[in-house]
């Protein structure tokens, strides 16, 4: 090797390689790929919608199912209906992530988006508890999207727009930090619509039999409209057996001769890749967090002021969530990526990790106010706290998608999507279940009711801000 002649690598693209064909079109490209971005977040989106809408009413679901026997149980059979979900989940991400490695990611996309028409329709058909436990687990098991297409959206961008590209998939422009809160406004205000809205709905019986089935067909209507736009979505997997071949071409200034790399090394086995799998752990600690706090927040809300509540109507809480939705929309789009640059994602977490301790702590003394003071106070802290858990987790999809080479994307955002499903199937049957625990103890001496619920949660984030530091965080070579 001449290292004074020695030309830049010269990259092979193989016309009948999808992943190469978008590839190439990456490296011509200047701008954003907007109609790409915006197919993404659609999918995004209609997935998460049927997490997020479930909060404002699963409540007064679990009370109309007449499967609680007391008022202070309803917060623990809640919790296993949005555990459901996530198991399901849980135990097929991996296999999904491998099906996108290996057919590609639209399929998955595609299969994903269909069983969010079909499941989250029958959800909102549910006759009993049991019912509504099976549609949710199938929901979350065949609907696999959401590792492949964290891969997929840096993949049908530049790197210059990598970042962003990681936030149309996930938490930064958000269709998660959208869906989270628009999805409770959706089952908070549609729910129940022949009580809330008699003048239109109450005439029609399906309504008065299903009273929760409206939110659902809403975003059930809006994964149709996803579904259609995967038509113009292009495929990203290279499919020549290698990934993304390069040959180096290496011209000495006597001979001009050319030289090709050898064959790509042998794949890393991802579970002993300490930069993946200590950053999925951080992921999976934040997640237990927000998962947690969003099922306890919408429970708390929502239950009596004899019990720490702040007696909250569905459409109350959903306003909420509403207000934090657009407020956060606007925060990531003009100044998260700003700070992202200027600090790096692993100090702009601890930052976050850090003020999210004391605000959660906090949130118990609220039931304190009223009037339009309470109202002020919750929507801020709301804010505040999802402002906080989208910049953490979104630095940890950066974090994890670095750690691995563009063809094990797939199966590592399976293997993160897997861990974090696990632990967002304990968070909210453990959040249940301490809710309804903390609500029979308003007399205790330590942390005496909800109070004890939320100094768990700042207890989890500790931990989380904790996990940033050297040894538990390792970092992706450069």
């Known amino acids: 090797m001449v290292g004074s002649s020695q030309e830049p690598l010269l990259e092979v693209y193989y016309d009948n390689c999808p992943g190469c064909i978008q590839d190439k079109k990456n490296e011509c490209a200047r701008g954003i790929p907007y109609r790409e971005f915006f197919f993404v977040w659609l999918i995004m989106f209609a997935t998460v919608l049927p997490v997020a809408c479930l909060f404002p009413f699963l409540y007064f679901m679990i009370r109309d199912l007449k499967i609680a026997k007391r ?4 917060g623990f059979y809640a919790g296993f209906v949005g555990a459901s979900f996530m198991l399901g989940r849980a135990l097929t991400s991996t296999v999904w992530g491998i099906i996108a490695d290996r057919y590609g990611r639209k399929p998955v996309m595609v299969i994903g988006t269909i069983t969010v028409i079909i499941f989250n329709t029958l959800f909102g058909l549910s006759v ?5 436990i099976i549609t949710r687990f199938l929901l979350g098991a065949l609907n696999g999207l959401i590792g492949p297409i964290k891969a997929y959206a840096i993949e049908v961008c530049n790197k ?3 970042a962003l590209g990681i936030g149309v998939s996930k938490k930064l422009v958000t269709p998660w930090g959208v869906a989270l809160v628009m999805g409770p406004a959706i089952g908070g205000y549609l729910s129940q619509p022949a009580e809330k809205f008699p003048n239109v709905f109450s005439t029609v019986p399906l309504f008065n039999w299903f009273p929760y089935f409206l939110p659902c067909l809403c975003i059930s209507l809006i994964a149709v409209a996803a579904l259609i736009g995967c038509i113009w979505l292009p495929e990203t997997l290279h499919t ?8 180096s071409i290496e011209a000495s200034t006597e001979s001009n001769k050319k030289e090709t790399m050898g064959p790509s090394p042998p794949k890393q086995n991802l579970l002993k890749n300490w930069p993946l799998m200590s950053s999925i752990l951080l992921f999976c600690i934040f997640s237990l967090d927000d998962m947690a706090f969003t099922e306890i927040f919408s429970l708390w809300a929502e239950s009596d002021k004899r019990f720490g509540g702040l007696s909250f109507p569905s459409e109350d809480t959903g306003q909420v969530f509403v207000v934090s939705g657009f407020s956060l929309l606007l925060v990531q789009l003009f100044i998260y990526a700003r700070l992202n640059r200027l600090l790096g994602p692993i100090i ?5 990790a850090a003020l999210s301790i004391p605000l959660l702590f906090g949130f118990p003394f609220m039931t304190y106010l009223s009037g339009p003071i309470l109202s002020v106070v919750v929507n801020c802290a709301s804010l505040l706290k999802n402002i906080l858990s ?14 691995v080479p563009q063809d094990q994307r797939g199966a590592a955002n399976g293997i993160s999507i897997t861990a974090m499903s696990l632990f967002k199937a304990v968070a909210p049957a453990a959040a249940g279940a301490i809710f309804s625990w903390a609500q029979k103890r308003q007399q205790a001496a330590f942390l005496p009711g909800d109070q004890m619920v939320f100094f768990i949660l700042s207890v989890v984030e500790l931990i989380g801000l904790i996990w940033t530091f050297r040894p538990f965080l390792g970092l992706p070579e450069k």
């Open 348 to 352: 702009l977490a601890r930052i976050c």
């Open 128 to 132: 009993n508890y049991w019912m509504a």
């Open 240 to 247: 020549h057996g290698i990934d993304k071949q390069v040959e």
């Open 71 to 74: 008022v202070e149980d309803i």
């Open 160 to 162: 210059e727009h990598q």
């Open 390 to 403: 989208v910049t953490i987790v979104n630095g940890t999809f950066i974090l994890q998608n670095n750690a």
